[in-house]
């Protein structure tokens, strides 16, 4: 046999082999399919487009974005741009909106349960301990349920941790709880039952119109959040002392929502994605704050000359026995919001003694090393 008639079958071996090969190879990758469609949502926030709460918003959207890879798009809108803040949850609900970024709180007209996620002392629970209970104490079920009993269509998440809000900014200190009484003053949620049972004349009003209002004189002192959002909102303009510490909103979080239809027509691995991006956004809107937060409230003494003032251990013990009683109020009128307080009361009690006992305080640490430098300045 000659040489070339040797190699024939070889060489067809060879091609078949590399056909093979190209097969196998071509079913070893995934398709990438070129005619994706991306579902765009649109969303509204209850902030103003400046403050950084709308900015945790558009972190959460882009975090989204991000990890679906196209297949998912959320826009996020400014507050008022097409509901006001307080319409969020029937916006949504109803599909006006496919999603929002709020507080549970901002939902206490439809029923006083659902000021429970933020308002008040929490038992003494702080905000990342309350969102603990949320998630592995039942919380997100008897949420759930609070929503079902209002008639809201919608999937609720419950994110980032918020500080203890300042008692607010007013005029001049607040040394007793005397000096409350009769102010015209702005909270919100179950807050207002408080203040008013503390003899406050109180009006609910979103974050964008506070400031025109104490401008105006319609209001003597009001709260809202923090230092960055209160700087940004324009508090130093208006006022010039803000109270520190308060019961009133002890342990706040945010809350993102979704239409219910259109949560749960996307598909499991979308829905997973959402669930992670919560966290995440939770952890990173956690370390931004302190960042964020604490430059605010050293620049408001250094550049505006707002003084800071811790409020009186009087009034926190007067708004600890006033929100007793506004509980018992409310628990015996809504057994709902009776068994959501005692869902709370019976994890905090572990769950802080836990942490009293546990942690070690920071104010010693800061007093060795920043003292006496604090003292001098």
Sequence with gaps: MSETKKQAPRRKFLQKAAVGGAGAAALSFP?????????????QSTWPAKDIFHEYALDFAKKVNDMTGGELKIEVLPAGAVVPAFGLLDAVSKGTLDGGHGVVVYHYGKNPALALWGSGPSFGMDANMLLSWHKYGGGKELLEELYKTVGANVKSYVYGPMPSQPLGWFKKPITKVEDMKGLKYRTVGISIDMFTAMGVS????PGGEIIPAMDRGLLDAAEFNNA?????????????VC???SFHQN???FEILFNGAVYNGMAPKLRSILDYAVEASSA???????????????????KQNVKFYKTPDSILRNQLKVFDEVVAKKSAENPLFK???DSQRVFAQRAVKWDLDTNTTRRMAYDHYFGAAAKKA
Excluded at 202 to 205: E, F, S, T
Excluded at 228 to 240: E, M, T, Y
């Design 31 to 43: 398709m990438i399919s070129q005619s994706q469609s991306t579902q765009t949502l649109r969303f």
């Design 339 to 341: 068994k959501i307080v």
């Design 243 to 245: 109270m520190l510490q």
């Design 284 to 302: 990173d809107m956690s370390w931004k704050a302190v960042d964020r937060y604490s430059k605010d409230y050293s620049e408001m003494q250094t």
């Design 251 to 253: 342990a706040e979080q």
């Design 228 to 240: 960055s959002s209160d700087r940004l909102l324009g508090f130093p303009d208006v006022a010039k």
């Design 202 to 205: 109180v009006n609910a009003l």
